[in-house]
């Protein structure tokens, strides 16, 4: 199994040249306004403000296609459960207790294209940054929360290990999980008690494996002189540019457009 | 924080997804469980596993959900409002599988925050949302229970971070 993770594409892009404080802070923002939209205007406003997002990007439609797919099921999910429990306006269909409404139909739209937007701009977050910089800038972020005692260094350096391993130990699972089947192990047939029975036995080396492997890399990095943040300097830094700052002010323009549109 | 013990919540958390990712015998229809939930009685044996589940939730809600911003709020917030709950009440409850009762009570519970997420985006029926994310939680809290207490068994957790 292929796991991509952050399935980042890497184009010379505004986008891709972004600082990623600046996304994050964007896309978060981003969620929250897109409650803002409640009519044909605002909607629509928000497909063509992520269009462009798309498009600036330089990543290939096919990529934002692929990112849809698993989640295809939930938008029709979505769609239907809200096509058929809004019962305002006249009945557009009816079977037995089944109705489907124009305001029903009007609202599964609506929500339909909420979670499209949703799911297309943070795709773009992670098609467009790499996984080790949206570490960086969430440390960055995190930064104040130092003042409340909050280990921010020792957070954002957990989870750098947890990306540079999970590759690793996917590896390491798929490999337990083919020499148990070949003694026999059954993992997805048989009673719900069977199953996990057959989990343990897949369970043990796995932890035995991570916690050697963690013991290693501790001991490694401390032999190296590693002291946590004190004095610990960056290869990397990060710099706000004024396309950051552009970003930002766009949303926030975006915002001000939804407040007048909103009906 | 001492570097073995966030080297090993780091390690932990890569674990936390791989398992999500590869071992998925509990899915029945459109119900799918989070294997790696299980995981959450790990707290239970040493709260010091509490970074180490808290960023794998993290890590996957960021790079694999498809509501990354409501599911990092949500998510992330259930599963730490959960675990503080276990951590504390585990002062007061020295028996293991009386503490795994509760930790899986409190998670299958605190399932309402993420029904609540559903109903606020998308607009899905709460009471029902609940019941169905509940009853994935509870199963798969409830099958971990023995299968954590056996890996324990055999490892002891609360030694090695």
Known sequence: MELIIGQYVPRSSVIHRLDPRAKLIGVFLYVIIVFLANNWPTYALLAVFTASGVALSNVPLRYIVRGLKPVLFLIVFTFVLNALFTHQGPALFKFGWLELTSAGFIQAVFISIRLLVLIVATTLLTLTTTPIDITDGLEQLLSPLKKLRFPVHEFALMMAIALRFIPTLVEETEKIMKAQTARGAEFSSGSLVKRAKAIVPLLVPLFVGAFKRAEELAMAMEARGYRGDVGRTKWRLLQWQTRDTVLLASIALLTAALVFLRG | ?161
Not at chain 2, 5 to 30: K, M, R
Not at chain 2, 56 to 78: E, H, I, R
Not at chain 2, 107 to 132: D, G, K, Q, R, V
Not at chain 2, 134 to 158: C, D, Q, S, W
Request: glycine share 6%; aromatic share 18%.
């Open chain 2, 1 to 161: 924080m001492k570097t073995k013990t966030f080297v090993a919540n780091g390690i932990l958390a890569a674990l936390y997804i791989a398992v999500s990712f590869l071992i998925q015998p509990f899915g029945f229809t459109n119900i799918q469980f989070r294997l790696s939930e299980m995981f959450n009685h790990m707290v239970v044996f040493n709260k010091r596993y509490f970074f180490g589940i808290v960023a794998g939730v993290f890590l996957t809600n960021l790079f694999f959900s498809p509501m990354v911003g409501y599911d990092l709020v949500f998510g992330v917030g259930q599963s730490v409002i959960s675990l503080i709950i276990t951590i504390l009440s585990a002062k007061f409850v020295q028996n293991i599988w009386a503490r795994m009762a509760i930790n899986t009570a409190v998670f299958t519970f605190s399932m309402c925050l993420i029904a609540w997420e559903l109903n606020l985006a998308f607009h899905y029926p709460f009471f029902f949302t609940w019941l169905t994310t509940a009853i994935g939680e509870f199963t798969v809290m409830a099958v971990g229970a023995p299968i954590m207490y056996a890996i324990n068994k055999r490892l002891h957790l609360e030694d090695l971070v």
